[in-house]
């Protein structure tokens, strides 16, 4: 099953998203309404919450007095952490409860208004925020919520800013119109993601990228990688494992294919054939077919075998490389990123090369082919580099 994570601020309309996806199809774990249960009347979850603060958070009717233990934890950070230690891991448990009785081929959407504070998003094969301008989020609660703006400024500073969200998020939703451009926009990124994905991952399949085009340079690449090398370590612990940004994507100012290429080390292949395949391609990265090689940089040479692995994901293709730690691809794969990094001469060159190879030969094989011999003269002049800085891997 595809794993989402939805989120957003308070006001922002992540429940409105919730509701337009579970109309579509998607099974929806509502945290809300879970934090709710897990603290009903009678609940292991409200008897702990009593201990901790007191009687006076319980309701003549016995249930939990949300406004006064509001009152008492909002804007007091070590009270507010006391209270999320006794509700999240309840949270989440019924959570994975939930998910796991869904269809093997379900879009599972875990709304979850504190995602990205308590660090779940490496969790979920996808995370979309919803994110709404603070004017409109705040006419939003006092319409809806009856919040006076003073209250309603107080919750939204209490949650995380835009920026982190943003960082977090493989997908934005801007939820500053109506309605229907919502729906419209929520519509299009569950035919055109959201269900593509969730069929790749059940088939291990791959999204590839057959034709080149270099796009021009995107300062959220770095961003990127780190959300996809955050699922790779989730998926693999708690083995750790050294990841890396690797190839063009990963050279500031370099235009590139919009292909994010990754490096996972490994102490040798054949484990990465077992169970770490299996948890890659259960975490959206399944296995190219067939063998995979690098082609030797000396004459000579032997070839540097490998594993390669891609994206299920069809919003964001990836070329995941797994090579033994300190093998000679995966040290040239470092010293070539770093070579090009430091040098704007060779990195301008590259560039040159690139752009004439991808106007003579556009289809992604012959494309890697031809540019071979720029990189047979590239490892001549990253190891003088090399040799000249003193640099290790």
Do not use: C
């Amino acid at each position: 099953m595809l794993r989402v994570g939805l989120t957003g601020g308070i006001g922002s309309g992540k429940s409105a998203v919730a509701a337009r996806l579970a109309q579509l199809g998607a099974v929806v774990v509502d945290s809300d309404r879970i934090a709710r249960e897990v603290v009903a009347p009678g609940s292991e979850g409200l008897a702990e919450i009593v201990t901790t603060f007191g009687a006076g958070v319980l309701a003549p009717d016995g249930s939990l007095d949300r406004p006064a233990l509001g009152a008492l934890v909002f804007g007091d950070e070590a009270a507010r952490r006391r209270l999320e230690a006794i509700t999240h891991p309840r949270v989440r448990a019924r959570s994975a409860e939930l998910a796991a009785a869904a269809p093997p081929d379900a879009v599972v959407v875990n709304d979850v208004p504190l995602l990205v504070e308590v660090g779940l998003a490496p969790t979920y094969h996808l995370v979309v925020v919803v994110q709404t301008a603070p004017e409109i989020r705040l006419a939003r609660l006092s319409r809806d919520r009856g919040m006076s703006r003073a209250e309603a400024e107080r919750r939204i500073a209490a949650q995380t800013d835009d920026v982190r969200r943003r960082a977090a998020a493989d997908v934005v939703l801007a939820n500053d119109a109506t309605l229907d451009d919502l729906h419209a926009a929520v519509d299009a990124l569950w035919h055109e993601r959201l269900l593509p994905y969730e069929e790749n991952l059940r088939e291990q399949r791959v999204v590839r990228t057959r034709q080149v085009r270099l796009a021009e340079p995107d300062a959220t690449w770095p961003q990127q990688y780190e959300r996809l090398a955050a699922r790779i370590r989730h998926a693999l612990a708690p083995v750790d494992v050294r990841v890396d940004h690797i190839g063009s994507t990963s050279i500031p100012g370099l235009p590139a294919k919009d292909v994010i290429d990754v490096q996972l080390a490994v102490p040798s292949l054949d484990e990465a054939d077992g169970v770490l395949a299996e948890r890659l391609a259960a975490a959206g990265f399944p296995r190219f077919p067939g063998q995979w090689w690098d082609s030797p940089r000396t004459p000579g040479g032997e070839s540097w075998p490998k594993r390669l692995h891609g994206s299920a994901d069809p919003g964001r293709p990836v070329h995941l490389h797994v090579r033994e730690t300190d093998s000679p691809g995966w040290r040239y794969a470092l010293l070539m990123r770093d070579h090009l990094r430091a040098d704007p001469e060779q990195r301008a060159a590259y560039l040159a090369m690139k752009r004439a190879v991808a106007a003579a030969t556009p289809d992604s094989v012959g494309y890697a082919l031809a540019k071979e011999p720029w990189f047979d003269e590239e490892q001549v002049r990253a190891e003088e580099w090399a040799a000249r800085t003193g640099w290790r891997p």
